[in-house]
């Protein structure tokens, strides 16, 4: 079996400590270790001088990008006696820094263009950061010398056919020798990796594009035509890999004889009609949480909702668990991926609703306006829940204290800059990056 399904909540097991990837384990449900500082201040931001910006373009238009963007969560892992950080940034480059002092530990590693997504560091021991760019090309990077340097690429046009464009917003996942991708591109990838270590010591890869597939079938395009592609970070739970795309098509593939030789087969099908960037978060039963766009309007987006929970041993229309609506218009909906908390579901939405709901019906048990543009995925550690808004402030609130709305134990102003960027913990060790340009490291005032 490919992950424990009961593994839910908690860090995979591994050699490496920290949180190594967007939402920290396979099922998505992981968010980091305490303790959450209790008086936090800004112990220092990156870089010294000036933003994290670049300029890019998509079809005829250009602009700058700065900070750290969706999902844009950083990793933080313990290597040589440090508490590294390492996180990829909209001035398209990758950044090695000490999560403790913000110095550089590495030079960046810099890319064509602008990274959106969030990095994956190697779960196995092995110095090896994965990530995609704009410009084209997912990469593996070794860090175990005095600057970083490429392993290799792939080139989301290199496999075929496709639909939409070039980035790659997803996280991947790295399991047993093998790397779990999807593409803007529209395709699923799959690696082996071919890890190791060369007589010098250095860490050597050398990958092979095992398997590749359309995200999208007749039926969708027909739906919602050829703008599709995978934004979300692929999940896998036991021996099925689950993503989403654009155009609301929900699946689970069939790993279960990939080191065999035997090819993925798509076992699960569920169309919630609208835009699914939120990653997929799989529970310990098994059960998928699926946080979707409104964007096309379409009867059946409008008839599901935007925050689903699904069976997926069930098929087709049984597989609903229960739906419910988060939209005040078009363009509107989740983007962030939701929070699993003992019997909560937590998720914010573009309206600026904080929601938190009953796993087992969907019903409302609470929620909390923080203003417009809520995209970071809401981050639970210690019962304390951390949510950033649009207006650059961190927020912490209890979620131990009776009462129908959690407290605000406190709000912790960082720039103008959204927080769109989901904040990593580690230890007491908080990690941040705004749209201002900046990334912030948070800790305890005392």
């Not at 112990?43 to 300029?55: A, I, K, T």
């Not at 030079?107 to 090896?128: E, Y």
């Not at 739906?223 to 609301?248: H, K, P, Q, R």
């Not at 969907?362 to 809520?374: A, C, K, N, P, T």
Request: glycine share 12%; aromatic share 10%.
């Amino acid at each position: 079996m490919w992950v424990d399904p009961r593994l839910v909540g908690i860090a995979p097991p591994g050699p490496v400590k920290g949180l190594l990837t967007f939402r920290g384990s396979p099922t998505r449900s992981f968010y980091g270790t305490g303790p959450v500082p209790a008086d936090p201040t800004v112990v220092w931001s990156y870089p010294d001088e000036g933003g994290l910006c670049r300029r890019s373009t998509v079809g005829a238009e250009t602009r700058t990008w700065c900070g750290l963007g969706w999902t844009g969560q950083p990793t933080l892992f313990e290597r040589e006696g440090r508490l590294w950080t390492v996180f990829g940034a909209l001035d398209g480059a990758v950044h090695f820094l000490d999560a403790q002092s913000g110095a550089s530990l590495l030079p960046r590693f810099q890319t064509g263009d602008i990274i959106k997504g969030s990095v994956t560091i190697d779960p196995d021991g092995f110095p090896l950061v994965y990530t995609g760019s704009r410009d084209n090309f997912f990469r593996v990077i070794a860090f175990d010398g005095d600057e970083p340097r490429e392993l290799w690429r792939l080139n989301a046009t290199s496999v075929g056919p496709t639909r939409w464009n070039n980035d790659w917003d997803g996280a991947a996942l790295v399991i047993d020798d093998h790397l779990f991708v999807g593409g803007e591109n529209s395709r699923i990838h799959i690696v082996k990796l071919n890890r190791g270590f060369d007589a010098d010591g250095r860490v050597t890869a050398d990958p092979e594009l095992i398997f590749h597939a359309a995200g999208w079938d007749d039926e969708l395009i027909a739906a919602v035509g050829e703008n599709v592609s995978i934004e979300n970070s692929v999940a896998i739970s036991g021996d099925t890999l689950y993503f989403a795309n654009s155009g609301g098509l929900v699946q689970g593939w069939d790993i279960s004889g990939l080191r065999t030789g035997v090819e993925p087969e798509r076992v699960f099908r569920y169309w919630v009609g609208d835009d699914v960037d939120a990653s997929l978060v799989v529970d310990e039963e098994g059960m998928l949480y699926v946080g979707a766009e409104f964007e096309r309007n379409t009867a059946r987006s409008r008839e599901v909702g935007q925050v689903i929970k699904l069976d997926p041993s069930r098929s087709g229309d049984d597989a609903l668990v229960w739906a419910i609506t988060e939209n005040q218009g078009i363009d509107t909906g989740v983007w962030g991926t939701p929070a699993l908390h003992r019997d909560l579901l937590i998720f914010g939405g573009e309206g600026g609703r904080l929601r938190a709901v009953q796993r087992a019906t969907g019903d409302d048990v609470w929620s909390i306006d923080l203003g417009f543009h809520l995209w970071q995925s809401p981050v639970v550690v210690d019962d304390v829940l951390l949510m950033g808004n649009c207006s650059g402030v961190l927020r912490a609130f209890d979620l131990a204290s009776d009462g129908d709305v959690p407290l605000e134990l406190w709000a912790l102003p960082l720039d103008q800059g959204c927080i769109e960027a989901t904040p990593a913990v580690w230890d007491g060790t908080i990690v941040i990056g705004t749209r201002s340009g900046r990334v912030y490291g948070v800790m305890d005032r005392s």
